[in-house]
């Protein structure tokens, strides 16, 4: 089916669910889609006479699956539309999770081929998001019509497709860095390019097939703004007593062993420190606590980068901590990664 500019192949959920004889199946839908999401909805039901719940709780990631609530109230498989598979996610729950892409149906050759006079040296790196993957090997072949050479990375165990970037994961990147001389990021947004500029250190080219813009210096310039932003987030951290550690309860956002690592760490110098989850990040959750000096947090590693402005507290990441504590040069900082192996 076409909804707006994605093709979701919502024919094989119908056929799945016929197969399987579910009865109440839960649907979850990006924030991006959830607009089309009663429509889906009608269709679903209309083709199987079953009854279909939708989630609407903000879903940004396979990392964000509420199996177990669902499961309590007799969800019998939940459908996950627009992300890929995250492995740890999977194995937790006894439900079955079937995950539909959604996947962008634009025209992506003018834009790929805007990128070629960006692109340096000879061997291309070239990666994308859940949207774009499907499209991977059409991408290849226009670079390498222009006499390059591409080079399409194998992720960790987070990564279920090769070439596959996560904002929280650039593995797919990280692992053929030593063997490319710069990236091409295919998709929108900032995020995920800065990511490659600092945790591959090569250039990196963005092309976005939606507005068919090509960015490179613009990069560098939210690079230096992003640096600048992070370095005043561990300043104002420098002279801090107590940190509170914050640990995401979403199922792929768990970093338990990490967050106790910290304290840990924390704690042998003199810190105080606190362990304090939550499943959907808020500033007014965290209110009413005592006075804390710096949040670290372990759970998405863009809360503390893109909701910056929105806490009074400074909040960093574990990548920054071991900056502030002096266990890494500011010359390496690198967004944190969840990775796994
Ligand atoms: S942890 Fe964050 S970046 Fe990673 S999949 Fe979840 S929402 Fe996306």
């Not at 083709?47 to 019998?76: H, M, Q, R, W």
């Not at 990511?195 to 613009?218: H, I, M, Q, S, W």
Request: hydrophobic share 40%; glycine share 8%.
């Amino acid at each position: 089916m076409k909804i707006s500019n994605y093709r979701i192949d919502l024919e094989s959920v119908v056929d799945e669910v016929k197969k399987q004889g579910y009865n109440l199946i839960g649907v979850q839908i990006p924030e991006g889609l959830k607009i089309h999401g009663l429509r889906i909805i009608d269709f679903l039901h209309n083709s199987t006479g079953k009854d279909f719940v939708l989630n609407v709780d903000p879903c940004f990631g396979a990392c964000d699956i509420p199996y177990n609530s669902l499961k309590e109230i007799g969800v019998d498989l939940i459908i996950h539309i627009g992300h890929l598979p995250i492995s740890s996610v999977v194995k937790k729950t006894s439900l079955p999770i079937l995950f539909i892409e959604a996947k962008a149906d634009l025209k992506l050759e003018k834009t790929v081929e805007a990128s070629i006079p960006f692109l340096v040296g000879s061997k291309v790196g070239v990666i994308t998001t859940a949207q774009h993957i499907h499209v991977l090997e059409e991408i290849v072949e226009i670079i390498e019509s222009n006499g390059l050479k591409v080079v399409i990375g194998e992720g960790d165990n987070r990564i279920s497709q090769k070439g596959l970037i996560l904002g929280c994961n650039f593995s797919a990147a990280t692992s053929i860095s030593d063997d490319v001389d710069c990236f091409l990021f295919v998709g929108s947004g900032d995020f995920h390019p800065l990511g490659l500029l600092f945790n591959t250190k090569k250039p990196v080219v963005a092309a976005d097939p939606y507005t068919g813009r090509v960015r490179v210096d613009e990069l560098l310039d939210l690079k230096d703004m992003i640096l600048k932003q992070r370095y005043g987030a561990i300043a104002m951290c420098r002279h801090a007593k107590r940190f509170g550690i914050l640990l995401g309860l979403k199922p792929g956002q768990q970093r338990f062993d990490l967050a106790v690592e910290i304290k840990k760490k924390l704690e042998e110098i003199g810190k105080e420190a606190y362990l304090l989850s939550m499943d959907e990040f808020s500033p007014s959750k965290l209110l009413g606590l005592e006075k804390i000096d710096c949040f670290v947090s372990t759970a998405c590693p863009r809360i503390a980068i893109d909701d910056y402005l929105r806490y009074k507290i400074p909040m960093i990441t574990p990548a920054e901590l071991d900056i502030l504590l002096g266990l890494r040069k500011w010359s390496d900082y690198v967004f944190d990664q969840i990775t796994e192996f």
